[in-house]
């Protein structure tokens, strides 16, 4: 297992990602192009090559520090020779890495590549987003421009960037999945700011045993359902993961279905957004649970007023959602 890995992790890849990979892939049709951040070891990417076509990956060479030409590139050498031998194996069609940061590569607009800088484009309609951070939501990003200034991006600014290059390529009824992955960290201003405004509707978590989890979990949502839809696509949530990563830190990873519906799919000349963000917020998380044989995949094991268990088999539950019968199928 590498640096990266957990039992949680292998499970959450395999029991709760996969089944949504290959719901994209088979019943929707897509080629499957892998947009994120992968490690050295790409083993996310190991766990889902079957329903991969192409590889857009963003590694730094020094995690926590700043990008510098002097830093060794083992990071980045390594990840290029892993893919490269699955292009070779013909396991997937292509693959591009980016070397630096994924906020310094998109806002900067070209890479740190020793034998020169790759510029950013983003042609193609990605289905897989799988932005596997290793810190926090409100963790900012430092970067040097070309001009010598240092800059901080946060992963909610890079978000909306890359949702916006997204859009400049989505074709109606283009379809994708967003993960997301961060650790249940609850320092930022960001974050403070959003609870000072919305006091009311986030005090029932007041009394709740880890209640800046929760808190933390409706903000992340919150936000990622109005930047989708602010971009024109419809979300469908699945349930919000909770559980341990390396060092037993906590950790959270989001999943959204996105599909920009075709015209004709408007009531009365709108979208109607059928899961509603009470409905996304007011759902428990699902834990994974490696041990057992028969349950992947566990329900949160408080029972909270106000908040509903989800539904063990996501996948049932998304089919049978009114986004899925409205949008997805056609
Ligand atoms: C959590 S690991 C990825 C694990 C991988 N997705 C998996 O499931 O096996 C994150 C990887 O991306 C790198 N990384 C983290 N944040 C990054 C960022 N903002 N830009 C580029 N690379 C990043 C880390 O150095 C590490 O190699």
């Known amino acids: 297992m590498s640096d990266f890995s957990t039992p949680n992790k292998e499970c959450i890849r395999r029991y709760y990602n996969k089944p949504i990979i290959r719901r994209l892939k088979e019943v929707y049709n897509c080629n499957i192009i892998y947009y994120g951040l992968p490690s050295p070891d790409a083993e996310d990417i190991a766990e889902w090559i079957e329903y991969i076509s192409s ?37 997937i069609d292509n693959y591009i890495v980016y070397d630096g940061y994924m906020e310094e590569v998109l806002f900067k607009g ?15 309609h990605v289905t897989l987003f799988n932005l596997d951070f290793c810190n926090s939501i ?46 249940a960290s609850y320092n930022g201003a960001d974050l403070h700011d959003y609870i000072e405004v919305n006091k009311k509707s986030l005090c029932k978590y007041n009394s709740f045993h880890r209640k800046k989890h929760f808190v933390l979990k409706h903000f992340i949502e919150d936000c990622l359902y109005n930047k989708i839809k602010a971009y024109n696509y419809i979300p469908q949530f699945m349930p919000t993961v909770f ?15 996105c599909i920009r519906p075709l015209d004709s799919k ?42 509903v268990h989800p539904n063990k088999n996501f996948m049932e539950t998304f089919c049978q959602s009114r986004n899925v019968n409205t949008y997805w199928n056609d």
């Open 266 to 307: 408007k009531q009365g000349g709108i979208f109607v957004y059928n899961q509603l963000i009470n409905d996304i917020t007011n759902t428990l998380p699902l834990m994974p649970n490696p041990e057992s044989e028969a349950d992947k995949l566990i329900n949160y094991l408080d029972i909270i007023e106000g908040m």
């Open 243 to 257: 559980y341990k990563g390396i060092k037993d830190v906590d950790m959270m990873h989001f999943a959204v279905m």
């Open 110 to 124: 070209y890479d740190n590549s020793a034998s020169g800088s790759i510029d950013y484009t983003h042609d193609n």
């Open 55 to 91: 590889v857009v990956a963003f590694q730094c060479r020094d995690y926590g520090n700043v990008s510098d030409p002097d830093q060794p590139t083992d990071e980045v050498d390594k990840l290029i020779e892993k893919l490269n031998s699955w292009e070779a194996s013909g396991q």
């Open 138 to 183: 409100t963790s900012p990003q430092e970067y040097i421009t070309k001009e010598g200034d240092r800059i901080s991006k946060y992963k909610l600014e890079l978000i909306d960037k890359i949702l916006e290059y997204q859009s400049k390529v989505s074709h109606q009824s283009d379809k994708f999945v967003l993960f997301l992955t961060v650790q």
